[in-house]
């Protein structure tokens, strides 16, 4: 490090309150990397990280991981929103849900679906009789993407460079959590844990295998209910994602 940079302008660095950490960790570190070389001598360490698979990233505690996404600057949507709202849920629950990403609400209070998507999540979940305690609850995408309008901000819907940007941190927690199902919450999760655009419609409702990770099932975003304008409609919507959570439910149980 010193023969890239002078010791006296580490100060000035984002990372540099993680320094010292680094520096003490190293060793055992570097330890772990040996350990797992051998226990994994087909591994290309080149390779792209797989989708929802929880090999693509090493286990790490969830404490530590959120402590590493506040400081995000992986892509500029940080500039904007508050702070990055991570995911919240036990670790060791066996149903990962994930969202778009925060809205204006989740990007003050810094926690994940507390806003009218939120509430929409809520009800269906209870109604599929999954207690939404013991599901981690996370975003695709960590930070609000919004444009102004007088008071107002306006959602924006991250693009495929956000997306794939953001996965990082999707990737540690589902090598964190490991758990035994992800429910993708809309297309933008939907594209994040399979790494392509998937059509909601004809995928939806059945788990889809993912390789060596969790299976993703895929269902509608809550906030897609919000807007269906007529109400026999929106009943049919608001049953069809019970249906989905029951089934995802049943995967899990
Ligand atoms: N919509 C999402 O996708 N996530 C949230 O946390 C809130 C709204």
Known sequence: MLTEMPRCHWCNLPEA?????LIASATARARDMVKSAAANPNRNPNRPTPRAGVDAAPAEGLPAIRSDARECRRCPLWQ?????????????????????????????AGRPFVGPAGQVLD??????????????????????????RGKRRIHQRPDGGEIEACRWWLARELAAVRPRLVVALGATAAHALLGRPMAIGRNRGRPIPTGDGAPVLITVHPSYILRVPDA???????MALVADLKAAATVVR
């Open 17 to 21: 309150g993680r320094i010292d950490r």
């Open 80 to 108: 904007a929103a508050t702070q990055t709202v991570f995911g919240e849920g036990p670790a060791d629950a066996v149903l990962m849900l994930v969202g778009e990403q925060p809205g204006d609400q989740e990007d003050l």
């Open 123 to 148: 009800a269906a979940l209870a109604a599929a009789g999954i207690d939404r305690a013991a599901v981690y609850l996370t975003n695709a995408v960590k930070h609000f993407k919004f444009t102004p």
């Open 232 to 238: 026999g409609a929106r009943e049919r919507e608001r």
